[in-house]
C-alpha cells in the first residue's frame, strides 16, 4: 500500500528546495496553496510562484511504487522605467531553470511532531526526460501595457521510485 505521506513529503521537499533558491537569489516566492498572497507578493516587481502537482502514482509490482510530480513555476517581472533590467525575467527563468534541472532529494518533512517528519532521506526525484521534454521555458509575452508586466513559466516532470518502507 502506498504511504499516506509520501505526497506531503514530496510537496515540502519541492517547495523547501525551491524556496531555498528563491531566497539565496533574492526573488520573492510564493508556494500556491501553501502560502497567502501577501504585499509582499503581490507588490514584488520579480517574483516566482511555486506549483507542484502530483504525485502521479503506478505500482508496477508489490511494495514498488513509481511517482511522477509535474512542478511549475510562474516567473513574473515587472519591466518599470528605463532602470530596469530588460532581460531580468530571462535571468531569473535561467535560475529556475538551472533549478529544476537538479535531481531534488525527498526528505520525510513537514509539520508532523509526533516523530513521522524526521527528516530522514528517502529518494531523489530526477526530470523525466520521456520524449525529450526536460525542463522547458514557457513565454506568456506581455501581460500589462500600462504595468508592463511580463510572465514566463519554467516546468518539468520528475519521477522517483518508492517502497511501501520507505
Not at 532581460?87 to 531553470?97: C, E, K, R, V
Amino acid at each position: 500500500m502506498a504511504n499516506r505521506n509520501w505526497t506531503r513529503w514530496i510537496h515540502a521537499s519541492v517547495a523547501n528546495y525551491l524556496k531555498a533558491v528563491c531566497d539565496t537569489e533574492s526573488i520573492v516566492s510564493l508556494v500556491e496553496g501553501i502560502e497567502d498572497r501577501d504585499d509582499t507578493f503581490n507588490n514584488a516587481i520579480d517574483s516566482v510562484e511555486i506549483r507542484v502537482n502530483g504525485p502521479y502514482m503506478s505500482n508496477p509490482s508489490n511494495g514498488y511504487y513509481v511517482a511522477r510530480v509535474f512542478v511549475n513555476l510562474l516567473v513574473k517581472s515587472n519591466m518599470g522605467g528605463e532602470q530596469k533590467n530588460k532581460y531580468q525575467l530571462d535571468t531569473n527563468l535561467g535560475i529556475m531553470h538551472e533549478a529544476l534541472d537538479q535531481p531534488i532529494n525527498i526528505y520525510k518533512c513537514g509539520p508532523d511532531t509526533g516523530g513521522v517528519d524526521d527528516g530522514t532521506h528517502i529518494g531523489c526525484m530526477k526530470v523525466l526526460d520521456e520524449s525529450k521534454l526536460g525542463v522547458r521555458v514557457i513565454h506568456f509575452s506581455q501581460i500589462d501595457q500600462t504595468d508592463r508586466v511580463k510572465q514566463a513559466m519554467v516546468a518539468t516532470a520528475y519521477e522517483i521510485e518508492l517502497q511501501e518502507n520507505a
